[in-house]
Structures are given as C-alpha cells and as structure tokens.
C-alpha cells in the first residue's frame, strides 16, 4: 500500500486505518462558509474540521457537516485532548471524540503535539513539551490510548513553539520520529508551525525540515502568522490563523513537497476569516503547486 503521495507504507502501519486523503488541497470549513459551500459545490479536495465544534448532539453544525460529508472527504482535527499533559486523558472528552468520529467516519483523525489541561482546567493555548524519554513515554501511552478507542490512527501534529526547554534531551523532529515508529501514529507537518518555531528560536527553517520523518507524514498544513517583537525587540512570530499563507512558507511548502511528493495539504484559516472567494484562492494556490509537482514543472509562488 502506498500514501498518496507515492511513499511506500510499511504493511505493519495498514492494521489501524487504511483510509488516506486524496493528495490535493483542501480547507478548514467553517460555519460562515457553510452556505458557499453547497451553493457552489466548489473543487475542493477535501475539508477539515475540528473536532470539538461537533460533539454536541444536534444543531446546525451537524446538520451542515452531513450534507457535506456526502460529497467530500472529510479530516478531524482535534484541539483538546491534551496529548502531552502529565494527567490521564480526560475519559469524557475522549468518549466525546469517539461520538465525532464514528458518526462521520473520516479519512484523517489529527492532533497536537502539546497540553492544553492540568488539574481539571483547560486552557486556551497550546502549550509545548520538553523533548526528552520521559515526555516521550507519556506522549506514546496516550497516543495508544486514543488509538485503541478511537480504531484508527492519529496523525500528530508538530506544534509552533515560543519557548524551549532545558530538559529537553533531543530534537523536535527526533522526538517526532520515535513516537511514531513506537506507536504507529503518523505525523501531520504543519509547515507554518516550523516557520514560526525556527524564526522565535533563531535556527533554519530548511534545516528543520531536512531531519523532519517525512515518510511518517500523511497530511500537511499551511496558515497564517503575526509578526511582533519580543522584549529583546528581536522578530517574534505568532502561529494565528489569520491571514494569507506567507510567501516564505510557500517556498517551504515546495521544497517539503519535493522530498516527499504530494500529500493532502489543508489551508487553515481560524480567525478574522475572509469571504469563501479569498479562502478558496489560498486552496487552489496549494492545488497548483502539486499539480506542479506531479507534471514536474514550478511557478512562482505567492507573495
């Protein structure tokens, strides 16, 4: 079995989930485009949604995501399960999931590299880890955790970091590496999270991505950022979702798509959202690119 971009899978990895994504672009659906959307039946992909968004029982978010759940594959995204917290997995958010996911069947289940609970409370960010064993062996127990509940596997998301640890004993991308060949999980490369992460801590973005496991990766994700300044006044970048993908982290996209071939990529796109026309730009952007890739030609990417 093969990944859509043409990476070999190893037989072992199949046993979870043999569902992929197709290898275009798609986009995060959001309420405000619920209507554009089955009015125009636009050439997208696939979409992706987040999880927490859809665990109540009825509504109209459910009512819109069946209508097109049935002309589209579909991605979760998971933004509270707190992989990297130091407590157990919180067993009603989990069950909650579980509802999600059975209920829509979709070719990708993703989360974060972070925590985001302590205590009972859940917090707003998402808040990074110290890269070391011990991270790593709570980090896999609650992996096989939710992908025993789950059936399927998960896909990991590398996190946009603003701080680093001194704890830390191994790199991002090696720490990436290990849980996923201890697990099983694939790995979701947010390329804009690397973009923001190498420019707070001051290293190469392509030297990154030169270590990053890309044969553990099965979905990309390309956003927005802000520029500010920290209290050194050095350039300091927030990982928002805001605006349009910049164009250095296009260029980073091509030259990520170059080593591992096509591979379903999202345009995320949370907050201040634009009219559908905009975001659906940003989509066909990425779609160009790898139909680019694939007749072996390059174009000039956006700014």
């Known amino acids: 079995m093969r990944r ?27 309420a405000a485009h619920y209507d554009a959307v089955i009015n125009e039946h636009p050439d997208v992909g696939w979409f992706e949604v987040h999880a927490e968004n859809y665990m109540g029982a009825g509504g109209p978010a459910h009512h819109y995501l069946d209508r097109l759940r049935r002309d589209y594959p579909l991605s979760i995204h998971g933004v509270g399960l707190s992989i990297g917290s ?15 996911v059975d209920r829509y069947e979709p070719e990708m289940f993703s989360e974060h590299l972070a925590w985001s609970s302590h205590g009972g409370v859940f917090f707003n960010d998402l808040l990074p880890l110290p890269y070391n064993a011990e991270t790593a062996a709570r980090v896999c127990g609650h ?57 707070n801590h001051d290293y190469s973005a392509l030297d990154y991505l030169e270590t990053f496991p890309l044969r553990h990766v099965y979905e990309i994700h390309l956003g927005g950022h802000a520029g500010d300044r920290d209290e050194d006044d050095r350039d300091l970048l927030i990982d928002a979702h805001d605006r349009a993908v910049a164009g ?22 949370d907050n201040n959202l634009p009219d559908w026309p905009v975001l659906f730009s940003q989509v066909c952007e990425a779609e160009r690119m790898l ?13």
């Open 86 to 100: 130091d407590s157990a997995l919180d067993p009603v958010h989990l069950e909650r999931l579980k509802k999600v």
């Open 4 to 30: 859509p971009g043409g990476c070999l899978i190893n037989e072992a990895d199949t046993e979870m989930n043999e569902q992929v994504l197709p290898p275009r672009a798609g986009a995060g659906l959001k």
């Open 291 to 303: 139909a680019d890739l694939r007749r072996g030609e390059r174009h000039a990417v956006a700014g």
């Open 143 to 199: 992996i096989d955790q939710v992908q025993d509940k789950l059936g399927r596997r998960m896909l990991l998301e590398n996190p946009s970091t603003y701080v680093r640890f001194e704890s830390s004993t191994m790199s991002e991308s090696v720490f990436l590496k290990e849980v996923a060949e201890r697990t099983g999980c694939g790995l979701l490369l947010d390329v804009n999270n690397v973009f923001v992460s190498a420019t």
């Open 248 to 269: 250095e982290v296009w260029e980073l996209y091509r030259h990520t798509i170059e080593r591992a071939g096509s591979l379903p990529t999202l345009i995320e796109w």
